[in-house]
């Protein structure tokens, strides 16, 4: 199974502060049909996992562009540009690249 | 809208099945995937499995000889099934519509607790 690595495994920050996650995986992600299906997605507490970003860079519909993702073929990374409170939660990589179909490890934002 | 609600019991004994109702509003199961993905006390989500729009099915090789999905399409529901369930499959159970991009909808969850 593709093992997807994820850190830090708890970020702490401030209102405001840019922060970066990164998630790494152990084969690339790039299919052969030249999609990479890597998303990002954001269980707040309490709540159900909501999609951020699919196809490692493109924003769901809704999602604030304080939001963008990056990265190619093993390395990934999730970006908030100016946290805001309701960004805490646990943050997942998951990839279909691959069968079986895995997530990340999970990042927690903790607002301080 | 879409909306996914997962139903059954919370407290499962060791080497029992644990059963979990999907039911769909908004949108037709036979259209699209819709899968079970379970969250472990922590962080740790595992994909379960799926079923298609033709009922065909895909699961994830870890859980093969345990699980089921089906669906009753008169009703817009799907089933899991997990069969001789351990205190390790304690977990919080999630419905959820798979697109060709990803998991698109989910239901609240349910948890799941083995024990005797």
């Known amino acids: 199974d593709v093992v997807l690595t994820q850190t830090p495994p708890t970020l702490l920050a401030t209102i405001g502060q840019s922060v970066s996650i990164s998630c790494r995986s152990s084969q690339s992600l790039l299919h052969s049909n030249g999609n990479t299906y890597l998303n990002w997605l954001l269980q707040r507490t309490g709540q159900s996992p909501q999609p951020l970003i699919y196809l490692v860079s493109k924003l769901e519909s809704g999602v604030p562009n304080r939001f963008s993702g990056s990265g190619s073929g093993t390395d990934f990374t999730l970006k908030i540009s100016g946290v805001e409170a309701e960004d805490l939660g646990v943050y997942y990589c998951?990839?279909?690249?691959?069968?079986?179909?895995?997530f990340g490890s999970g990042t927690k934002l903790e607002i301080k | 809208e879409v909306q996914l609600q997962e139903s059954g019991p919370g407290l499962v004994k060791p080497s029992q099945s644990l059963s979990l109702t999907c039911s769909v509003t908004?949108?037709?199961?036979?259209?699209?995937?819709w899968g079970w993905i379970r969250k472990f006390p922590g962080n740790k989500m595992e994909w379960m499995g799926y079923?298609?729009?033709?009922?065909?099915?895909s699961y994830n090789p870890s859980l093969k000889s345990r699980i089921s999905i089906t669906r009753d399409t008169s009703k817009n529901q799907f089933f899991l099934q997990l069969n001789s369930v351990t205190t390790e499959d304690t977990a919080t159970y999630y419905c959820?519509?798979?697109?060709?991009?990803?998991?698109?909808?989910w239901g609240q969850g349910v948890m799941v607790t083995v024990s005797s």
């Open positions: 079923i298609s729009y033709s009922g065909s099915t």
């Open positions: 998951m990839q279909f690249t691959h069968y079986p179909l895995t």
């Open positions: 959820a519509r798979k697109q060709r991009l990803g998991f698109d909808y």
């Open positions: 908004g949108y037709s199961i036979t259209s699209n995937y």
